[in-house]
C-alpha cells in the first residue's frame, strides 16, 4: 500500500513555530486529498487543515491564521507550517492521504504520528 511517515514534531515554547513533513511513498498513481489530524490525550482524532491536489485548503476554526498546509506533487509531500503555537495545540499529529494506486485501486492511509508539545 501507501506508506506516510511524519516527521517534524518536537517541544516548543507557546508562541513558537514548528514545520510538520509528511512523503507519500508506495505504488502511488495520483493522490487526491491530503491531510492533517491531530489527537489529544483523552479526545477524538480531530482534523486540523486538508488540501485537494488543486491546492484548496480548508482549516479547523482553531488554527486559522496559525497553521498553514501545502503539498509538493511531484515529492507527493504534505506539509504543516505552525506559528503562534498555544499549549492547546499539544498532541500527536497525523498525516492522511487519498487516491489511486498503480492497479487503480483505492487507498486511504495514514501515518504512524508525531507529537508536538506546546510549554507554557
Known amino acids: 500500500q501507501v506508506q506516510l511517515v511524519e516527521s517534524g514534531g518536537g517541544l516548543v515554547q507557546a508562541g513558537g513555530s514548528l514545520t510538520l513533513s509528511c512523503p507519500a511513498s508506495g505504488s502511488i498513481f495520483s493522490i487526491n486529498g491530503m491531510r492533517w489530524y491531530r489527537q489529544a490525550p483523552g479526545q477524538p482524532r480531530e482534523l486540523v487543515a486538508a488540501i485537494t491536489s488543486g491546492g484548496s485548503t480548508n482549516y479547523a476554526e482553531t488554527v486559522k491564521g496559525r497553521f498553514t498546509i501545502s503539498r509538493d506533487n511531484a515529492k507527493n509531500t504534505v506539509y504543516l507550517q505552525m506559528n503562534s503555537l498555544k499549549p492547546e495545540d499539544t498532541a500527536v499529529y497525523y498525516c492522511?492521504?487519498?487516491?489511486?494506486?498503480?492497479?487503480?485501486?483505492?487507498?486511504?492511509?495514514w501515518g504512524q504520528g508525531t507529537q508536538v508539545t506546546v510549554s507554557s
Open positions: 492522511n492521504a487519498q487516491g489511486l494506486l498503480r492497479g487503480l485501486n483505492w487507498f486511504d492511509d
